[in-house]
């Protein structure tokens, strides 16, 4: 009886054993899991993605988007893509956005994670909306004009040509080559505002690393902040349009800047 009381013991602390183990394990993974649903921000989304903590909300990792793309350009990420598993994501230097006119992966998304709004216009004749892919914005292009080798004055036009909105998202610019004093270069410049992010540019560069590359819009521009104002544009002049500042008493002010101008004359006059 003592026997197999013991035994019936050990199998239990076995069992325990086990299931903690186990649990120790699903931690473990789970773990993991988490942190790669946190992972890092240079990811870019399909056209028409809203802003990305808000993407991650509505996101209900279906893959119609995926589905929906003839390219094949759009992935569902994986474990160990390091990227918010479930999530679609596309990289140019693979597989660019082809900027299909009819944007197939936008209109299929059941939660609104993707918005037919921000891919649309209205037609002048119909006055309706329709999809217009170049309002889409999946991230800002970049040049590194330390190894762009047209920056270096070999001649190579070719993110140029790639570019679906030729002179008017990448323009070639004329500039003097002044290592060799004769000859001219061919600079690529990036217009984002009107690019797309469709990574086309990057897909056809030549170097063996991109010199240029789409970054999500976060990560590649700046912000200049809402207390700055462009004296000479009138329309970004409106914003100060009924805006006090209390800490400046203007005729105080004025009155300060005239005393300080006058002060001193004193002693600049002979007694």
């Known amino acids: 009886m003592n026997e197999d009381k013991m035994a019936t013991r050990r199998n239990v602390i076995k069992k325990l054993m086990q299931g903690?183990?186990?649990?120790?394990?699903?931690?473990?993974?789970?773990?993991?899991?988490?942190?790669?649903?946190?992972?890092?921000?240079?990811?870019?989304?399909?056209p028409g993605a809203i802003p990305e903590d808000d993407f991650?909300?509505?996101?209900?990792?279906?893959?119609?988007?995926?589905?929906?793309?003839?390219?094949?350009?759009?992935?569902?990420?994986e474990p160990g893509d390091n990227k918010p598993v479930g999530t679609p994501f596309f990289e140019p230097r693979k597989i660019a956005c082809e900027m299909?006119?009819?944007?197939?992966?936008?209109?299929?998304?059941?939660?609104?994670?993707?918005?037919?709004?921000?891919?649309?216009?209205?037609?002048?004749?119909?006055?309706?909306?329709?999809?217009?892919?170049?309002?889409?914005?999946?991230?800002?292009?970049?040049?590194?004009?330390?190894?762009?080798?047209a920056y270096w004055g070999i001649q190579c036009d070719l993110c140029y040509r790639a570019c679906p909105l030729m002179d008017e998202a990448i323009k070639l610019v004329y500039d003097?080559?002044?290592?060799?004093?004769?000859?001219?270069m061919l600079k690529p410049v990036v217009d984002n505002d009107v690019c797309t992010g469709c990574g086309l540019c990057e897909h056809a560069c030549v170097t063996e690393v991109s010199s240029i590359k789409v970054l999500p819009l976060s990560i590649a521009l700046g912000e200049a902040g809402k207390h700055y104002i462009k004296g000479w544009d009138a329309t970004d002049?409106?914003?100060?349009?009924?805006?006090?500042?209390?800490?400046?008493?203007?005729?105080?002010?004025?009155?300060?800047?005239?005393?300080?101008?006058?002060?001193?004359?004193?002693?600049?006059?002979?007694?």
Not at 24 to 45: F, N, P, Q, S
Not at 176 to 184: I, P
């Open 20 to 46: 903690a183990g186990f649990v120790g394990l699903g931690g473990l993974t789970w773990g993991a899991y988490v942190d790669e649903a946190k992972a890092v921000d240079i990811i870019l989304r399909p």
């Open 56 to 77: 991650m909300k509505a996101c209900i990792k279906c893959g119609e988007c995926v589905t929906a793309c003839p390219y094949d350009t759009l992935k569902l990420a």
């Open 176 to 184: 003097r080559n002044e290592r060799t004093g004769k000859h001219a």
């Open 237 to 271: 002049e409106e914003r100060l349009k009924g805006v006090k500042d209390d800490r400046i008493n203007e005729e105080e002010s004025n009155n300060k800047a005239m005393d300080y101008l006058n002060s001193g004359w004193e002693n600049l006059v002979d007694e």
């Open 100 to 149: 299909c006119t009819d944007i197939p992966c936008v209109p299929v998304c059941p939660s609104g994670a993707l918005d037919t709004d921000l891919v649309s216009s209205i037609d002048i004749k119909t006055k309706q909306q329709v999809l217009d892919i170049n309002k889409a914005r999946m991230g800002a292009t970049i040049i590194d004009t330390k190894s762009c080798i």
